[in-house]
């Protein structure tokens, strides 16, 4: 399976749409925001969490996790090797749960807790991706995005959380700084989403030329090393 990563409102969605419609033998998974964006008592967990961080977060971050492994569990069984999916349990952990335990919106405690399940969860169960693919921009149109699509959930959510969040991006997927060693040498495919690629044709045939041949190059890459019994290779493909 391959991973599409990013920042809130990077376009992580409509990326994931184009997919469906250019390159139609690739099977393309979105999140299931609903999950916790849904209304009970009045409110979503989603909308509690930005409306008052420090007390949803532990809340919010447990419940996505579990979510997100049940979610990764159920798509590693089909073992289609040509299948995309929206998000991760991974972003998940690395970017928004640890952006809020330096943030301070976790205490010691909590984070331990968490990251104990992280790594019994995850790390013992979950096989590692293909391959992420990391759709990169700047905070400020992500937050212009973000209140463009208008979710009641994300009303008002300040600059500072896009830039938050993209640092720990930036952190996981570019430099792989302080991940498990068994996501290390998981290849990355860096694309620009400073600009609309959706309005614009000749871009948007440009990524899903990039997107399928990262995907047969690291098919191929697998192929080799299990017929030769070699390392994974490093690599990140930036464009």
């Known amino acids: 399976m391959y991973l599409v990563e990013g920042n809130v409102g990077v376009g992580k969605s409509t990326l994931l749409s184009l997919i469906a419609k250019h390159l139609p033998h690739l099977q393309v998974v979105f999140e299931k925001v609903?999950?916790?964006?849904?209304?009970?008592?009045?409110?979503?967990?989603?909308?509690?969490?930005y409306q008052d961080t420090p007390r949803w977060s532990y809340t919010m971050e447990t419940y996505t996790m579990f979510t997100r492994v049940k979610e990764h569990l159920k798509e590693q069984t089909d073992k289609?090797?040509?299948?995309?999916i929206e998000r991760s349990l991974f972003s998940g952990h690395y970017c928004f749960a640890k952006n809020g335990y330096l943030q301070g919106f976790m205490d010691e405690t909590e984070w331990k807790l968490y990251s104990d399940w992280f790594s019994f969860l995850v790390e013992q169960h979950c096989n590692a991706p293909a391959g992420f693919i990391y759709l990169q921009a700047d905070p400020k149109d992500c937050q212009a995005r973000?209140?463009?699509?208008?979710r009641s959930s994300e009303e008002g959510i300040p600059l500072s959380y896009f830039e938050q969040i993209h640092e720990q991006h930036e952190a996981f997927l570019i430099k792989k700084q302080n991940i498990s060693p068994f996501l290390k040498d998981v290849p990355v495919l860096v694309l620009d989403a400073s600009h609309n690629f959706e309005s614009h044709q000749e871009t948007t045939l440009e990524y899903m030329e990039r997107i399928n041949d990262f995907i047969l190059i690291t098919q191929g890459a697998k192929q080799n090393r299990s017929t030769t019994?070699?390392?994974?290779?490093?690599?990140?493909?930036?464009?």
């Open 146 to 150: 973000a209140q463009k699509r208008n």
């Open 34 to 49: 609903d999950s916790w964006d849904r209304n009970e008592h009045g409110k979503s967990l989603l909308t509690q969490f």
């Open 229 to 239: 019994n070699e390392s994974t290779p490093t690599y990140t493909l930036q464009f």
């Open 80 to 84: 289609n090797p040509f299948k995309i």
